[in-house]
């Protein structure tokens, strides 16, 4: 089998705990994609950003050419959330006294670094990603660790109602405002234009989140790959995110089970695995030296209870050479 099964869609999200490999599966299923010949746009919306590592080139929040039919764009979080108080900024200025405007802008800046702020401006990037999605004919997004991405994948749900409200006190507050201009003249109505360009703002904001949740829901345009390794809390947190996804309606394409051993691991394949390891623990030595450092050995299953989590800790040295009990 190849990667075609999880590219049956025009959109597909990558994600899963952190660590198990997504970013490196989605990067192949996007090469794989492109080199079928399907124009695609890799999206990475994980903080840590480790797309550009892997094409070995500095990336952007704007597409970036990196091989024949492929692009990815890497999108910051906070860099996003800081342009969309800005917009909304703009916004109000328009439709605010000018008395009142530092007192906004103050509040503003405030709710910029407000819980969920950066979750709310991401889902609004990744809402007119799939808006112009006409440029591409597949995206695939590699997300950020499971509970994170969940998060954002619900803020249609949650928020579509929040902005509901938002709309209908502003026309409410735009209905008092021109029937107060109507009866006191423009002068008395300081601050009221004609058109509402907040009420505008939050109409629009409210047609990309529909549109969105639509697009996330569709089994014919949208699907969830997740990426597990075969240990135990991936597994739990995989089918917890299964189980969470569904009750929102978006569907599940499949699983990429990663960093499985060969059936039979002889000598060659493991004295190459302990090669390659020794390389990169003298990179980890000459990198954070001067750092504390301890080793984990490779266990032979995986630590439950009490038991397992003090054997585990027994385990722990202070040389990578030193043998386990």
Known sequence: MSLDP???????FFGGKGGVGKTTLAAAAALHSASGGARTLLVSTDPAHSTGDLFGTDLGPQPSSVAAGLWVAEIDPALEAQAYIDDVKDRVE???PPRLVAEVERQLDVARVSPG????ALFERFARIMEESGRFERIVFDTAPTAQTLRLLSLPELMS???????????KVTTLGRMWRN????????????????????????ERFNKARATLTDPERTAFTFVVVPERLPILETHRAMGTLARYGIPVGGLLVNQV??????????????????GYLAEIQYRFGDWPSAYVPLLDEDPRGVAGLRRLASLVRTDPAEESD
């Open 117 to 120: 702020a950066e979750e709310a």
């Open 261 to 278: 051993l060969p059936d039979k691991p002889d000598g060659r394949f493991l004295r190459r695995r302990k090669e390659r390891e020794a």
């Open 94 to 96: 328009q439709a605010t």
């Open 183 to 206: 009866v006191a003249g423009a002068a008395a109505a300081e601050g009221i234009e004609a058109t509402d360009p907040i009420l505008e703002a939050l109409e629009e904001r409210m």
């Open 161 to 171: 109602a929040w902005i509901s409200g938002l709309i209908s006190r502003r026309r």
């Open 6 to 12: 999880f590219l049956l869609r025009p959109i597909v």
